[in-house]
């Protein structure tokens, strides 16, 4: 300061040499103001991000899933109407899940109780999953949890703030919820990473208090996801092989790489051989099959109570040409059985509860290219075909399943059922008298 005055005074100028300034002045003042902007930068973001971070976490969902009973059937308009048919119990407790599409901007979600053939209610800011036996529990899958994710809301916020130069690659996130029908509270549990583009299932167990889902990404085929709805848990197992359904109620079949069959208790974490490699080869052999068994895969079939496991040829295109035999995995022992020596599987078509029909929708040319509309059904014990529903050739699969003796399926956008026998059809959604 002194030789700064001594130049504006008329005195002596002389320049102040560096060595004379005291210390944290100068050149040197500049360097730790530098440092000081390093750390306080970073410091100034965490203090501005951090709270609107838990804010954000903490504060309440107003767009969680809630269930709303229905005291009047609804009146519509409904658009298009569509259910799960290729869900793992679409029907489970006499009861399925309507998702009806009024507008592009506009959907809806009903409980349709098939027995009662009326509405229950309707699922609000979600899409059902499964229920719990008891139906006191459903999980179900919320809004985007891009929104509810630190990460998410971080990468949004430095979108924003740099006027869209910063972006971030990120997999489509699915968000979930378990819903609790006796009071209506929900609470966010879990979600799941998976490609653009890509979906998944979720499989319940038998007893329907555990849900299994393999998301599709990097990580298939070495983990899986579980919900248990008894106690509201959700969670990633890791296990390398191929997750092929529930074996009972806390039991996994999964296949190894190998080709070992074993189980694995979702409960303990244990797990064991059901069938090695060596097993299969030679238990196939006798039963006059000669396909290299760590090429087979699984076919499920829900009996009402549990599943049902085949071994079938490796899938492919010739399943809908040339047919594949089907060795039914016996609980009882365990052993392998032959269920069928060439069956000629059809695109989307399933089986009923005792395995001696099967249905299928018919298509307008190639498989999996666009249906006719209509359904038919296999008689397994005369090889006889039976037109079910006539087709419309509007190019729209029906995807018809099987309810008891009764076969639900989906015209026009509407939904409707027919008995096997081919009588009897009567619209289920919209209900008859709208």
């Given at each position: 300061?002194?030789?700064?005055?001594?130049?504006?005074?008329g005195?002596?100028?002389?320049r102040?040499?560096i060595?004379?300034?005291p210390?944290?002045?100068g050149?040197?003042?500049?360097?730790?103001?530098m440092?000081?902007?390093?750390?306080?930068?970073?410091?100034?973001?965490?203090?501005?991000?951090?709270?609107?971070?838990?804010v954000?976490?903490?504060?309440?969902?107003?767009?969680?899933?809630?269930?709303?009973?229905?005291?009047i059937q609804?009146?519509?308009?409904?658009?298009?109407?569509?259910?799960?048919?290729?869900?793992?119990?679409?029907?489970a407790?006499g009861?399925?899940?309507?998702?009806t599409v009024?507008?592009?901007t506009?959907?809806s979600?009903?409980?349709?109780?098939?027995?009662?053939?009326?509405?229950?209610?309707?699922?609000?800011?979600?899409a059902?999953?499964?229920?719990?036996?008891?139906?006191t529990?459903l999980l179900?899958?919320?809004?985007?949890?891009?929104?509810?994710?630190?990460?998410?809301?971080?990468?949004?916020?430095?979108?924003?703030?740099?006027?869209?130069?910063?972006?971030?690659?990120?997999?489509?996130?699915?968000?979930?919820?378990?819903?609790?029908?006796?009071?209506?509270?929900?609470?966010?549990?879990?979600?799941?990473s998976q490609?653009?583009?890509?979906?998944?299932?979720?499989r319940?167990?038998?007893?329907?208090?555990?849900?299994?889902?393999?998301?599709?990404?990097?990580?298939?085929?070495?983990?899986?996801?579980?919900?248990d709805?008894?106690?509201?848990?959700?969670?990633k197992?890791?296990?390398?092989?191929?997750?092929?359904?529930?074996w009972d109620?806390?039991?996994?079949?999964?296949?190894?790489?190998?080709?070992?069959?074993?189980?694995?208790?979702?409960?303990?974490g244990?797990s064991?051989?059901?069938?090695?490699?060596d097993?299969?080869s030679?238990?196939?052999a006798?039963?006059?099959?000669?396909d290299?068994p760590a090429?087979?895969?699984?076919?499920?079939?829900?009996?009402?109570s549990?599943?049902?496991?085949?071994?079938v040829?490796?899938?492919?295109?010739?399943?809908?040409?040339?047919?594949?035999?089907?060795?039914?995995?016996?609980?009882?022992?365990?052993?392998?059985?032959?269920?069928?020596?060439?069956?000629?599987?059809?695109?989307?078509?399933?089986?009923?509860a005792t395995?001696?029909?099967?249905?299928?929708?018919?298509?307008?040319?190639?498989?999996?290219r666009?249906?006719?509309?209509?359904?038919?059904?296999?008689?397994?014990?005369?090889?006889?075909?039976?037109?079910?529903v006539?087709?419309?050739?509007?190019g729209?699969?029906?995807?018809?399943?099987?309810?008891?003796?009764?076969?639900?399926?989906s015209r026009?956008?509407e939904?409707?059922?027919?008995?096997?026998?081919?009588?009897?059809?009567?619209?289920?959604?919209p209900?008859?008298?709208?």
């Amino acid at each position: 300061m002194f030789c700064c005055l001594a130049a504006f005074g008329g005195g002596e100028k002389r320049r102040c040499p560096i060595a004379a300034l005291p210390p944290g002045t100068g050149p040197e003042l500049g360097k730790h103001a530098m440092n000081r902007a390093r750390i306080f930068v970073p410091v100034l973001f965490l203090f501005l991000v951090a709270p609107l971070v838990w804010v954000s976490l903490s504060s309440p969902d107003s767009k969680a899933p809630k269930f709303v009973a229905s005291k009047i059937q609804p009146a519509g308009p409904f658009g298009r109407v569509f259910y799960d048919w290729g869900g793992a119990v679409p029907f489970a407790g006499g009861k399925v899940w309507i998702f009806t599409v009024p507008s592009r901007t506009n959907h809806s979600e009903f409980l349709f109780d098939l027995e009662q053939r009326k509405v229950l209610g309707e699922l609000i800011n979600g899409a059902a999953v499964f229920a719990n036996q008891e139906e006191t529990r459903l999980l179900c899958e919320g809004h985007e949890s891009l929104n509810n994710s630190v990460e998410g809301r971080v990468a949004g916020w430095l979108k924003q703030l740099s006027f869209g130069k910063l972006r971030f690659n990120t997999n489509r996130i699915d968000t979930y919820w378990i819903l609790d029908l006796r009071n209506n509270s929900a609470r966010r549990v879990g979600e799941l990473s998976q490609w653009p583009g890509t979906g998944s299932r979720w499989r319940p167990s038998p007893g329907f208090r555990f849900g299994c889902n393999v998301p599709n990404n990097s990580e298939e085929g070495s983990s899986f996801f579980v919900c248990d709805l008894g106690q509201e848990t959700f969670h990633k197992i890791r296990f390398t092989g191929s997750v092929r359904g529930w074996w009972d109620d806390q039991r996994l079949l999964i296949k190894k790489p190998a080709g070992d069959l074993v189980l694995y208790d979702v409960l303990g974490g244990s797990s064991s051989t059901l069938f090695s490699l060596d097993t299969l080869s030679r238990r196939l052999a006798e039963l006059g099959i000669h396909d290299d068994p760590a090429t087979l895969i699984t076919y499920s079939i829900w009996r009402g109570s549990n599943y049902e496991f085949n071994l079938v040829a490796k899938q492919g295109w010739n399943w809908y040409s040339n047919g594949t035999f089907m060795v039914r995995v016996d609980r009882s022992g365990p052993a392998l059985t032959l269920a069928h020596q060439n069956f000629k599987f059809r695109w989307l078509g399933s089986f009923n509860a005792t395995e001696t029909q099967y249905v299928y929708d018919g298509e307008s040319g190639e498989v999996g290219r666009g249906g006719n509309g209509g359904v038919f059904l296999l008689d397994l014990a005369s090889n006889t075909i039976t037109t079910l529903v006539l087709p419309d050739n509007k190019g729209q699969y029906a995807g018809a399943r099987f309810y008891g003796d009764e076969v639900v399926y989906s015209r026009d956008h509407e939904l409707w059922g027919i008995r096997s026998d081919g009588l009897g059809a009567t619209r289920l959604f919209p209900p008859p008298g709208e």
